[in-house]
């Protein structure tokens, strides 16, 4: 037996085409029948020296061809995104123990372009679970008819409730009016109601002071009350002040809702971005391969059903996107501003809640077994994309601050100044015979602690047990007498008083002091004129003898008529008629102390002096201005002075006053009394044709001056 091995030839080009060099073993007879046994045994050390050398042959080709292997391996797993196997590497180069390392196949490609394509990333994108996904595995999973077509109705639920979302959202009607519509209905009503005296409050404060301090007791204008809290809470504003401070809340808090309004929007945004490419990296074909939930194709018709529905959601988005901000800058209270917020990101939610609610269980399970598919990333994708989300939400802060909230914040101001700018504390009315326009000034908003006449009396009465008489009230039978006793003057009402109620009630010494129902009514207006000349709790009139001569002491000379001069005919002359509160019956107590009164004039006195010196006081008072500011008075004071100084003789060269027409011997009946009580010579009581009521009767005897 003779046996020939010829090895192959091993080359470069076998061991990269990955073939397995041949052995040829030739094993011809020898000849005759028998061979010798040292032959024998050459042919067999042959056989194994070539068998060695085969193996060892083989085992160098399997080792590249593993390299080779594990080099794609490591590819393929760079491509796929899994992490690399960490481990020693082997040292041995048994068929056990193969040492793989990944290298740059491709001879045209730099290391850094090598490196670049190790560095690439992948992300899965998994379908969500909403009702956008329903056209996604429509048609494709086994479910009944029913179930289909409540789905597809389910989708077009979705759209229409987002699409009318939206479309409500832009309207007027509820998006309402910029902040600027503010600021006519603040003009109109600052010019018409604010100041109307009709509506000042029982502590004699108007309208409008009552708005801009807050005052919660409010029955009228609660719309510009809360639209004044509004602006103070989100500006950060007190009731006084009008400039803008560096911290405002509202401001603050509208742009951190815009900001997290914003970031819904844009997440629903990548979201469909990233639903849009995994669906362009499926292969297109005429007919959908799916198969163990992955596709492995999709239809032109799916495609542009899927693409539909990503224009769709986009439109909605991008509505939502800019009426949600315009809503949110347009609010104005604080409390709603989150509401708001959490309100525009349930609208978002709602194919969620229709997947989550009503999308048949079947379809469900279909969609969330769907396997995901793989995006590729690299770091300059990355970072062109951060660079885009940074730029956009950037941008919109910018733009909602200084186009929104800047002009907001400077708008909300003016609204505030139309307000309440200016003075607040004076009420006007028309009198439409006069054709003037009456002005009162009113009480300070910081008075408003101390309780006006009206709400002592509401005070007290209160919580008065059953029976009681009321301390400052006093109770008309009848509406119509409640009517009349309301718009009653002081001159009907001290004519109303048959009693001087100090003489005949309040004294000691009185005819009716016990009289248990003219004592109580005495005591009530007593108790309102002392409150009215603010000495409340006072129950005496020599106590309140200061106030007598008050432009505001009405009340009180109608109740203390002997203490505030109305029974004495020698008294100041100032208020003492019966429209300035002294009643009848107080008046008719002088005639009897002009009984013995010569007819002569009295000589000058302090009370002389006084009364003059009162008058700019007095006619102040009486005009409601201040006659010293008036040209003419200049010119009336000189005459006050002369005659303060000259007496009654002086009287007969002045006597008439020049501001109010007056002659000082005869008086008016809604200011002075008559002189001719102090100045009856100079008055012409002696005269029968001129005799005043107040002439001492003693003028009237011929020759009474000169018994005198």
């Given at each position: 037996?003779?046996?020939?091995?010829?090895?192959c030839?091993?080359?470069?080009d076998?061991?990269?085409?990955?073939?397995?060099?041949?052995?040829?073993?030739?094993?011809?007879?020898?000849?005759?029948?028998?061979?010798?046994?040292n032959?024998?045994?050459?042919?067999?050390?042959?056989?194994?020296?070539?068998?060695?050398?085969?193996?060892?042959?083989l085992?160098?080709?399997?080792?590249?061809?593993?390299?080779?292997?594990?080099?794609?391996?490591?590819?393929?797993?760079?491509?796929?995104?899994l992490?690399?196997?960490?481990?020693?590497?082997?040292?041995?180069?048994?068929?056990?123990?193969?040492?793989?390392?990944?290298?740059?196949?491709?001879?045209?490609?730099?290391?850094?372009?090598?490196n670049?394509?190790?560095?690439?990333?992948?992300?899965e994108?998994?379908?969500?679970?909403s009702v956008?996904?329903?056209?996604?595995?429509?048609?494709?999973?086994?479910?009944g008819?029913?179930?289909?077509?409540?789905?597809?109705?389910?989708?077009?639920?979705?759209l229409?409730m987002?699409?009318?979302?939206?479309?409500?959202?832009?309207?007027?009607?509820?998006?309402?009016?910029?902040?600027?519509?503010?600021?006519?209905?603040?003009?109109?009503?600052?010019?018409?109601?604010?100041?109307?005296h009709?509506?000042?409050d029982?502590?004699?404060?108007?309208?409008?002071?009552?708005?801009?301090?807050?005052?919660?007791?409010?029955?009228?204008?609660?719309?510009?009350?809360?639209?004044?809290?509004?602006i103070?809470?989100?500006?950060?504003?007190?009731?006084?002040?009008?400039?803008?401070?560096?911290?405002?809340?509202?401001?603050?808090?509208?742009?951190?809702?815009?900001?997290?309004?914003?970031?819904?929007?844009?997440?629903?945004?990548?979201?469909?971005?990233?639903?849009?490419?995994?669906?362009c990296?499926?292969?297109?074909?005429?007919?959908?391969?799916?198969?163990?939930?992955?596709?492995?194709s999709?239809?032109?018709?799916?495609?542009?059903?899927?693409?539909?529905?990503?224009?769709?959601?986009?439109?909605?988005?991008?509505?939502?996107?800019?009426?949600?901000?315009?809503?949110?800058?347009?609010?104005?209270?604080?409390?709603?501003?989150?509401?708001?917020?959490?309100?525009l990101?349930?609208?978002?939610?709602?194919?969620?809640?229709?997947?989550a609610?009503?999308?048949?269980?079947?379809?469900?399970?279909?969609?969330?077994?769907?396997?995901?598919?793989r995006?590729?990333?690299?770091?300059?994708?990355?970072?062109?994309?951060?660079?885009?989300?940074?730029?956009?939400?950037?941008?919109?802060?910018?733009?909602?601050?200084?186009?929104?909230l800047?002009?907001?914040?400077?708008?909300?101001?003016?609204?505030?100044?139309?307000?309440?700018?200016?003075?607040?504390?004076?009420?006007?009315?028309?009198?439409?015979?006069?054709?003037?326009?009456?002005?009162?000034?009113?009480?300070?908003?910081?008075?408003?602690?101390?309780?006006?006449?009206?709400?002592?009396?509401v005070?007290?009465?209160?919580g008065?047990?059953?029976?009681?008489?009321?301390e400052?009230?006093?109770?008309?039978?009848?509406?119509?007498?409640?009517?009349?006793?309301?718009?009653?003057?002081?001159?009907?009402?001290?004519?109303?008083?048959?009693?001087?109620?100090?003489?005949?009630?309040?004294?000691?010494?009185?005819?009716?002091?016990?009289d248990?129902?003219?004592?109580?009514?005495?005591?009530?207006?007593l108790?309102?004129?002392?409150?009215?000349?603010?000495?409340?709790?006072?129950?005496?009139?020599?106590?309140?003898?200061?106030?007598?001569?008050?432009?505001?002491?009405?009340?009180?000379?109608?109740?203390?008529?002997?203490?505030?001069?109305?029974?004495?005919?020698?008294?100041?002359?100032?208020?003492?008629?019966?429209?300035?509160?002294?009643?009848?019956?107080?008046?008719?107590?002088?005639?009897?102390?002009?009984?013995?009164?010569?007819?002569?004039?009295?000589?000058?006195?302090?009370?002389w002096r006084?009364?003059?010196?009162?008058?700019?006081?007095?006619?102040?008072?009486?005009?409601?201005?201040?006659?010293?500011?008036?040209?003419?008075?200049?010119?009336?004071?000189?005459t006050?002075?002369?005659?303060?100084?000259?007496?009654?003789?002086?009287?007969?060269q002045?006597?008439?006053?020049f501001?109010?027409?007056?002659?000082?011997?005869?008086?008016?009946?809604d200011?002075?009394?008559?002189?001719?009580?102090?100045?009856?010579?100079?008055?012409?009581?002696?005269?029968?044709?001129?005799?005043?009521?107040?002439?001492?009767?003693?003028?009237?005897?011929?020759?009474?001056?000169?018994?005198?």
């Amino acid at each position: 037996m003779a046996a020939i091995c010829s090895p192959c030839s091993y080359g470069h080009d076998a061991r990269e085409a990955g073939t397995v060099p041949g052995v040829l073993v030739d094993m011809t007879s020898p000849s005759g029948p028998h061979l010798p046994d040292n032959s024998f045994s050459r042919l067999q050390d042959e056989l194994q020296s070539n068998m060695a050398r085969i193996h060892t042959l083989l085992q160098d080709q399997l080792q590249s061809d593993l390299a080779r292997v594990h080099e794609r391996l490591e590819r393929l797993e760079a491509h796929l995104g899994l992490e690399k196997r960490s481990g020693a590497e082997p040292n041995s180069t048994s068929l056990d123990e193969v040492n793989l390392q990944v290298v740059c196949t491709d001879p045209g490609k730099s290391g850094s372009k090598c490196n670049d394509e190790k560095l690439e990333e992948f992300s899965e994108v998994h379908f969500e679970e909403s009702v956008w996904s329903i056209p996604v595995v429509f048609g494709l999973v086994d479910v009944g008819c029913f179930d289909m077509l409540f789905a597809g109705i389910l989708v077009f639920l979705s759209l229409g409730m987002q699409a009318a979302f939206s479309w409500i959202l832009l309207t007027d009607d509820f998006i309402g009016e910029g902040f600027d519509a503010q600021m006519d209905s603040a003009k109109t009503w600052r010019t018409s109601v604010a100041h109307d005296h009709k509506h000042m409050d029982l502590a004699d404060r108007s309208l409008v002071s009552r708005v801009c301090a807050g005052d919660e007791s409010l029955i009228l204008s609660t719309n510009q009350a809360t639209l004044v809290e509004h602006i103070n809470s989100f500006l950060g504003l007190s009731e006084l002040d009008f400039e803008p401070p560096f911290f405002q809340p509202g401001v603050l808090l509208c742009m951190l809702c815009i900001i997290q309004w914003s970031l819904c929007v844009y997440k629903e945004l990548r979201r469909i971005w990233l639903q849009f490419e995994a669906t362009c990296s499926v292969a297109k074909s005429r007919r959908t391969a799916f198969l163990d939930n992955s596709f492995g194709s999709i239809s032109w018709f799916r495609f542009c059903m899927l693409l539909t529905t990503y224009l769709l959601r986009v439109g909605i988005a991008s509505v939502l996107l800019g009426g949600g901000v315009l809503w949110l800058a347009r609010t104005t209270s604080i409390e709603e501003l989150m509401l708001n917020a959490v309100a525009l990101n349930s609208i978002l939610d709602i194919d969620e809640f229709v997947f989550a609610g009503m999308t048949p269980i079947k379809i469900q399970h279909a969609i969330q077994n769907l396997s995901p598919i793989r995006i590729k990333y690299s770091r300059c994708r990355s970072q062109l994309e951060a660079f885009v989300h940074f730029s956009s939400l950037l941008a919109l802060i910018c733009a909602s601050y200084f186009l929104l909230l800047v002009p907001l914040s400077d708008t909300m101001l003016a609204v505030k100044m139309e307000l309440c700018g200016g003075l607040q504390t004076f009420v006007v009315s028309y009198n439409a015979e006069t054709q003037l326009v009456i002005g009162l000034y009113t009480a300070e908003t910081s008075d408003a602690r101390n309780l006006s006449i009206s709400e002592s009396a509401v005070q007290s009465f209160k919580g008065a047990p059953p029976g009681t008489y009321p301390e400052f009230i006093r109770f008309a039978a009848t509406k119509g007498l409640f009517q009349q006793e309301v718009s009653r003057s002081m001159e009907d009402e001290a004519s109303q008083y048959p009693l001087c109620l100090e003489l005949d009630v309040l004294n000691e010494n009185g005819n009716f002091h016990t009289d248990m129902t003219l004592r109580p009514l005495a005591t009530m207006v007593l108790n309102s004129a002392a409150a009215a000349v603010g000495r409340a709790g006072v129950q005496s009139c020599q106590e309140l003898r200061a106030h007598c001569d008050d432009a505001d002491g009405r009340l009180l000379r109608l109740v203390c008529g002997d203490t505030c001069g109305c029974t004495d005919p020698f008294s100041s002359a100032w208020y003492k008629v019966q429209a300035q509160g002294c009643s009848v019956s107080c008046l008719e107590r002088r005639q009897p102390k002009l009984q013995n009164r010569s007819c002569q004039d009295l000589p000058v006195d302090d009370a002389w002096r006084t009364f003059w010196s009162s008058y700019a006081t007095v006619l102040s008072s009486y005009f409601g201005q201040p006659v010293e500011a008036t040209q003419a008075f200049s010119q009336v004071n000189q005459t006050l002075q002369a005659l303060g100084a000259g007496g009654c003789p002086v009287l007969a060269q002045f006597p008439r006053d020049f501001l109010t027409g007056t002659f000082w011997c005869e008086g008016t009946p809604d200011l002075v009394r008559s002189l001719a009580s102090i100045c009856p010579q100079t008055c012409g009581c002696d005269n029968p044709s001129q005799v005043s009521p107040l002439c001492p009767p003693r003028c009237r005897i011929p020759n009474s001056n000169a018994s005198a």
